[in-house]
Every structure is written in C-alpha cells, then in structure tokens.
C-alpha cells in the first residue's frame, strides 16, 4: 500500500474535479468516495506520481484493478486500457 501525500491527493481530487476520470461520474452521483488509482498500477511498476494517479470511482477501480489490458469483447484482441492521462 503507498502512502500519498495529503497535497498529492488533493492535486488528483481537484484535477479531475471530483469525476472518475474513467467513466466520468461526478462523486454527487455516486455511492461512496472516489478513490485515487495508480493508472499503472505499483505491481507493475507505477509510481506515485502525479502523472500516474487519476480518480476513479469504486467500480471502475475495482474492475480495471491490476490491469493495463484487456481483451476488446467486438475485435477480441488484447488492447491497452483507456489511460486518463
Ligand atoms: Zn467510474
């Protein structure tokens, strides 16, 4: 688990103007709190960057995980992940 810094927490939060930056639902709209995700995620060797977080809300976080690609359901070919950045 790493530890973010209030301000770089903050500086996600603001950035994405409290939206999960994957499906773009705004944190009034949603249950719970949106979370800070590492886009690449630390298994895989993502930082705690600024460039590298995004918000997200539960779901989105839960389902991309530790993933960076899945497989495309229309083409089935392995694609990369939609990056916010
Ligand atoms: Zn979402």
Redesign the pocket.
């Known amino acids: 688990m790493s530890q973010l810094s209030e301000n770089l927490k903050r500086l996600v939060r603001e950035r994405a103007g409290s939206r999960?930056e994957?499906?773009l639902?705004h944190q009034d709209y949603i249950m719970g709190r949106l979370q800070i995700d590492h886009i690449l995620p630390i298994s895989k060797g993502g930082q705690d960057t600024e460039e590298n977080l995004c918000l997200?809300?539960e779901?989105?976080n839960q389902y991309k995980w530790n993933k960076i690609v899945a497989t495309d359901p229309e083409t089935n070919q392995v694609t990369s992940l939609f990056n916010p950045r």
Request: glycine residues 0%; proline residues 0%.
């Open positions: 999960c994957y499906c639902s997200a809300c779901l989105c």
